[in-house]
């Protein structure tokens, strides 16, 4: 689809330049244009040649002539589902969506990967609990990862051992600058790339200088290469980031085939290029889509947002889309939180990366960060709010940003900074320090602390309680002087899994019924795979396996074992795969007590991770599953109120409700939610049995405050796999929640499978 592969890359930066001088003119004439997505629905003639035609005449409609809409168009989507996207006046967008043929015209917006530069880390193996699962090594199953691209040459994209391609693989190998047909493999089986709307919404790639990039599926940012390898990265023993956290990487379904879809530049997805990425995805094949990215919060609508109509049209291909919530770390913050899509939170591993700062006066400051680098000796320690420039007061210098330190204060000094908000950027001060001369950096940071942070001189995070013995040295030593030690790895800590603390929360703002985020999975301190010419974000070395935090990380592995799932239940539906996952997560952490949330382990909710921590191995073999199929959903939406018109605005055609359909709380989601719940409430769902023989399952149900449940029937009893039983959860509350949610759980155990779904409710009346 992309115009600009298979060209010498000569031609391509001459091609590059005409698109630019092009765009530039237009620009001048017409500056109110912005880039839309003209969604028009189902369609069944894949790649038709007669698509695009009828897509430029369209467009000519509101543009005055085939030439002016040749001009306009970016993209057509023609295999899944039919639409294009185009440059446009609003007023013509509004012509156009008013158009018969046309369902809805919005915006392309701009999504975002779900790390960041600055939540860098250093290296160790991958997760522990994998090594143990069963691998087929002819696995035939495709992930789709949408994403930066990838570095083929890693060792986690070796092919060896794996089978051919399989057949029913429709992809490609879209060469492009510094990737040819080669870099394609039995692992990386497909790539492509889109650029032309990131390009259109945020300029040519060549004005991001001197950031590095390539002009096709090649990872220059690592984020990619990262996620690809943690759902399916080949077995490489002895991994190290510079010796650190030495171990086996891997991912998490090494047999499972990668199809590369490159939708993300410099951080940033637009929503054209990553819907025209999804569109070719579902008509490749893919089994299963990765994407680590996602909108601002707050996400306010299904109907007219990208990835969500995406990921409706892979969801009813049978295609699970596995999405990251986001790192955005508060309340009614998750985004990709459409019931189609299964929304990953983050949590920690039971792994920690110490580097201590060692005082003049023997005393040992417990510091973390991802730090190689070694001290030689000591060095002084200074202040940064102590080291102000003239007119910049002793607060603002404390964050250690540009353009505030007096260089000859902190030169050959620690330099001791602070942070101003969540979001700083914290490699960036290290970057200050050095170039006012600083030889290290302590941070301090009680809520970032467990992230490892990776900086271009010797530098740690340390919380509340260091700080103030740090500070009450440096005030009672004349010379202060201190050393940071390099990172040592601990293993086996405790407690973990923790909610890491930028992972984003639910309530899902759209429909509070539905819980949100679903689980959540490792995205603290990952390592895997990198890209060498992404030196940005690894303290200026170049690296081929990187540490690094964020709902980008914890989505792949869920992606992956929603993988090792499809390869054992090739026939499962999405939802299926969803419900295995979610009944089977765990709520605990290692020393048995309900999962908390970093920094200080303080209480959560389903609301930070859904039904759980996910626990691969039970996964395979839930016992029963809740299935849902795209009418359910369709119902579920009537539920809420949707009209026709935005059901056509998500799904394409024009679909009516029932007149009166099910309550959205009946919705066989493997969740149970009642967001306005007046007195009593009895909600129903259905499971699917898939097990050996006969077996009764009992429900046990954890109350939550101030509401009675009964459970009827309370004993299933199956006979065969496949065999489907209905049954109601009858809520009673006794106690208005007050605007808050209750939680508890519904739990099904034949004894030897644990089938748990959360329970959140929020009583408004009784
Ligand atoms: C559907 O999309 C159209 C065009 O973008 C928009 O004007 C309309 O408000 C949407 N309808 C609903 C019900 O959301
Ligand atoms: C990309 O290809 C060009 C031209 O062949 C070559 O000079 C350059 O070294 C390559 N870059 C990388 C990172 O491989
Ligand atoms: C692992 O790699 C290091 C070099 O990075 C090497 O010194 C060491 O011997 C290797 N260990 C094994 C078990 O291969
Ligand atoms: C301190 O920083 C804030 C935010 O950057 C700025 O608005 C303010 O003017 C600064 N104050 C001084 C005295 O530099
Ligand atoms: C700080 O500002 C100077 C110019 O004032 C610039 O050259 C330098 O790159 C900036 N450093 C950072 C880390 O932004
Ligand atoms: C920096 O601090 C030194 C030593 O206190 C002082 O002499 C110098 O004037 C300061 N520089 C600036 C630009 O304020
Ligand atoms: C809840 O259960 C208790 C004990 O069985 C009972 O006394 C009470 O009436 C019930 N409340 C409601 C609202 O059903
Ligand atoms: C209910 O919430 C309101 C406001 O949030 C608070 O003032 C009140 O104390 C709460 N009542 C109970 C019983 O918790």
């Known amino acids: 689809m992309p115009a600009l592969p298979n060209k010498p890359y000569t031609l391509t930066r001459v091609l590059t330049l005409l698109i630019f001088i092009a765009f530039s003119l237009a620009h001048g004439a017409t500056a109110n244009k912005k880039h839309y997505i003209v969604y028009m629905g189902h369609h069944s003639h894949p790649n038709s040649e007669s698509v695009i035609r009828a897509n430029h005449e369209i467009l000519a409609s509101v543009t005055g002539s085939i030439v002016g809409a040749h001009d306009a168009a970016l993209y057509h989507y023609s295999k899944t589902f039919q639409g294009f996207s185009a440059r446009l006046t609003p007023e013509q967008a509004q012509q156009l969506a008013e158009s018969d043929s046309v369902v809805s015209v919005f915006e392309s917006k701009t999504n975002r990967l779900s790390t960041t530069h600055s939540w860098d880390f250093l290296g160790l193996d991958s997760i522990p609990q994998y090594n143990q699962m069963p691998m087929d090594s002819k696995s035939n199953v495709i992930v789709g990862v949408i994403d930066t691209g990838v570095w083929p040459e890693s060792e986690s994209f070796s092919d060896k051992g794996l089978g051919p391609v399989p057949e029913k693989f429709k992809g490609e190998c879209v060469t492009g600058e510094n990737f040819t047909l080669a870099n394609c493999n039995r692992k990386i089986i497909g790539s492509r790339f889109y650029v032309q709307g990131f390009e259109v919404e945020k300029g040519p790639l060549e004005s991001f200088a001197p950031l590095p990039f390539f002009r096709s599926a090649r990872d220059s940012d690592g984020h990619g290469s990262h996620t690809g390898s943690t759902i399916a990265g080949s077995v490489v023993p002895n991994a190290s980031f510079f010796g650190m956290a030495r171990g086996t990487a891997r991912g998490g379904a090494p047999s499972t085939r990668l199809a590369i879809y490159k939708a993300c530049w ?54 699970l889309v596995s999405a990251s919530a986001g790192n955005s770390g508060f309340p009614s913050t998750a985004c990709n939180v459409a019931p189609w899509i299964l929304t990953v939170a983050a949590s920690t591993l039971d792994r920690e990366f110490h580097s201590n700062v060692y005082l003049g006066n023997s005393r040992i400051l417990k510091g973390s960060s991802l730090n190689p680098l070694k001290m030689e000796r000591s060095y002084g320690l200074i202040a940064a709010s102590a080291a102000a420039l003239p007119e910049v007061t002793a607060k603002n210098a404390s964050f250690c940003k540009n353009n505030t330190l007096n260089a000859s204060l902190i030169k050959g000094k620690i330099v001791v900074c602070t942070f101003e ?59 202060p002087v201190a050393i940071i030690s390099p990172t040592i790895t601990f293993l086996k800590t405790k407690p973990a899994p923790e909610m890491a603390v930028f992972s984003s929360m639910g309530p899902n703002i759209i429909t509070p019924d539905i819980i949100k985020p679903d689980v959540t999975g490792p995205g603290v301190n990952v390592l895997a795979a990198w890209s060498p010419a992404a030196t940005a974000a690894t303290a200026e070395m170049s690296v081929n396996y990187n540490i690094i935090s964020g709902t980008s990380m914890s989505c792949p592995h869920v992606s992956a074992v929603a993988a090792i799932l499809k390869s054992y239940q090739p026939s499962w539906s999405p939802a299926a795969i969803m419900s295995a996952i979610m009944t089977t997560a765990t709520v605990l952490d290692n020393s048995r007590r309900t999962i908390g949330r970093d920094p200080n382990g303080t209480p959560t909710t389903p609301f930070d991770y859904g039904s759980g921590h996910i626990n691969p191995a039970a996964a395979i073999d839930p016992g029963l599953v809740y299935d849902f199929d795209s009418h359910d959903i369709i119902n579920f939406l009537c539920s809420t109120g949707a009209s026709p018109l935005q059901l056509k605005n998500l799904t394409g055609s024009l679909v009516y409700c029932q007149k009166s359909p099910a309550p959205s709380y009946n919705f066989n989601y493997p969740s149970i939610g009642v967001s306005k719940m007046n007195g009593r409430v009895s909600v129903h769902r259905t499971v699917t049995y898939y097990g050996k ?34 049954f109601r959860v009858d809520f009673a509350a006794f106690k208005n929640s007050n605007g808050s949610f209750v939680f508890g759980a519904l739990t099904w155990s034949n004894g030897i499978q644990k089938v748990r779904s959360p329970i959140g409710l929020n009583v408004i009346s009784v």
């Open 266 to 319: 410099f951080n940033l997805c637009s929503d054209a290029d990553v819907l025209s990425a999804m569109d070719d995805a579902i008509y490749d094949g893919v089994d299963i889509l990765s994407l680590s990215l996602g909108p601002d919060p707050p996400q306010p609508t299904y109907f007219e947002n990208a990835i969500s109509i995406g990921a409706f049209h892979a969801f009813h291909r049978g295609i």
């Open 421 to 479: 908000t969540f979001t700083d950027n914290r490699r960036d001060k290290s970057i200050v320090v050095r170039q006012g001369g600083g030889v290290g950096m302590i941070l301090v940071d009680p809520f970032l602390k467990d992230v490892g942070f990776q900086f271009v001189i010797p530098g740690t995070l340390i919380g509340q309680e260091e700080a103030q013995e740090l500070q009450e040295y440096m005030t009672t030593e004349t010379n």
């Open 693 to 726: 023989g006969s077996t009764v399952y009992v429900a046990n149900v954890d109350y939550p405050a101030g509401v009675n449940v009964t459970v009827a029937p309370s004993k299933l009893k199956f006979t065969k796999t496949g065999e489907k039983m209905s």
